[in-house]
C-alpha cells in the first residue's frame, strides 16, 4: 500500500480526487454508495475528508478556515470533514454531535483544540483510555486505546446546530465507521442529536431497535442485539461548554458513564 507525499494511502484508483489528494463525494447518494464501498477504517478517513455533500457545512466550514479567528491567525486550518481518532479494535466508541469551527475544523482531529475536547480527552484519560489527558495538535503524542471518537456530522456547522438532512446526508459515514469496528461492544453518545442520529444508523447496520425508542438522558443505558452480539447505548450529557460551565455535566458524571463503558466492553457486567 502505498503512500504520497502528504501520507495518504492511495488505496482509491478511479476517483475524482481534489487539489490536495482526497477522493470527492458532491452528493448524499455519493456518500452512501462510498461509505457502503469502503472496506478499511484508513479508507474511510480518507473519503470522510474529501466529502463535499452538504453544500451550506463546505461554505462554512471554508469560510471559517480563511477568515480564522484572531488568536490562530497564524496557524493552518484544516477547513475540511474531521474524520475518527481511534484504532479499529476499539471495543468502545463515543459520538459526539460535529466539530467546533475553531476545534477540530482548525486540527483537522476530532474534539482536538476546544473546551469540549479538554473535557472529553481529560476524562477519557482518567478512565485509562488515553494515554495523556490533552489533545491540542496532530502530532503531540496522543495515544487512544479501546476507543474510538467520532461524530454523527463530520462539518463543523454554523451554530454548532446541523439540520436535519445534513445529519441524515452524513449518517453513512457513522454507520461504516461503527460496522468496521469489529470489536465493538459500547457506545458512549454524548447529547441528544447523537442518541437521534444513531437509531436509523443502527437500524442500517441491521440492528433490531427497541419500540418506543429509549429517551436520551445522562446515564442512559440500553442493550441491543446487534449482529455481532450485544450493543450497549450509554448517554452522557454533551461536553459542550453550555453543559461543563453550567455544572449540568460535571467530571464525576462524565467519569461514571466511561467508567460503566469500560466495565461492559471487559464483559464485566
Ligand atoms: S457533513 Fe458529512 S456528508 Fe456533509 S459534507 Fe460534511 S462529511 Fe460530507
Request: aromatic share 6%; glycine share 12%; hydrophobic share 40%.
Amino acid at each position: 500500500m502505498g503512500q504520497d507525499a502528504a501520507g495518504r494511502c492511495g488505496l482509491l484508483t478511479g476517483v475524482a480526487r481534489d487539489a490536495d489528494g482526497y477522493p470527492v463525494t458532491r452528493s448524499a447518494a455519493g456518500v452512501a454508495r462510498g461509505a457502503a464501498a469502503t472496506r478499511d477504517l484508513t479508507v474511510l478517513d480518507e473519503r470522510i475528508s474529501g466529502c463535499r455533500a452538504c453544500p451550506r457545512l463546505v461554505r462554512w466550514r471554508e469560510e471559517v478556515a480563511v477568515v480564522k479567528r484572531a488568536s490562530f491567525r497564524d496557524q493552518d486550518y484544516w477547513g475540511r470533514p474531521v474524520p475518527g481518532l481511534g484504532a479499529a479494535d476499539a471495543r468502545i466508541a463515543v459520538v459526539g454531535l460535529a466539530p467546533a469551527a475553531h476545534g477540530g475544523n482548525r486540527t483537522g482531529r476530532v474534539f482536538t483544540g476546544d473546551r469540549s475536547g479538554d473535557w472529553i480527552f481529560a476524562a477519557l484519560w482518567r478512565a485509562g483510555l488515553a494515554n495523556q489527558p490533552t489533545s491540542t495538535h496532530m502530532g503531540d503524542g496522543l495515544e487512544l486505546t479501546d476507543v474510538r471518537i467520532c461524530a454523527a456530522v463530520r462539518c463543523a456547522p454554523p451554530a454548532n446546530a446541523p439540520t436535519p438532512e445534513e445529519r441524515d446526508t452524513c449518517s453513512p459515514w457513522l454507520a461504516r465507521e461503527l460496522e468496521l469496528l469489529p470489536q465493538l461492544r459500547v457506545v458512549v453518545v454524548l447529547g441528544g442529536f447523537g442518541w437521534t442520529a444513531l437509531w436509523p444508523v443502527l437500524a442500517g447496520a441491521g440492528v433490531p431497535l427497541p419500540r418506543p425508542r429509549p429517551t436520551f438522558g445522562h446515564g442512559a443505558e440500553v442493550t441491543l442485539t446487534a449482529p455481532r452480539g450485544p450493543l450497549t447505548l450509554l448517554g452522557s450529557y454533551h461536553v459542550s461548554q453550555q453543559n461543563t460551565f453550567t455544572g449540568r455535566l460535571t467530571e464525576p458524571m462524565l467519569d461514571a458513564v466511561l467508567s460503566r463503558a469500560r466495565e461492559l466492553a471487559a464483559g464485566e457486567a
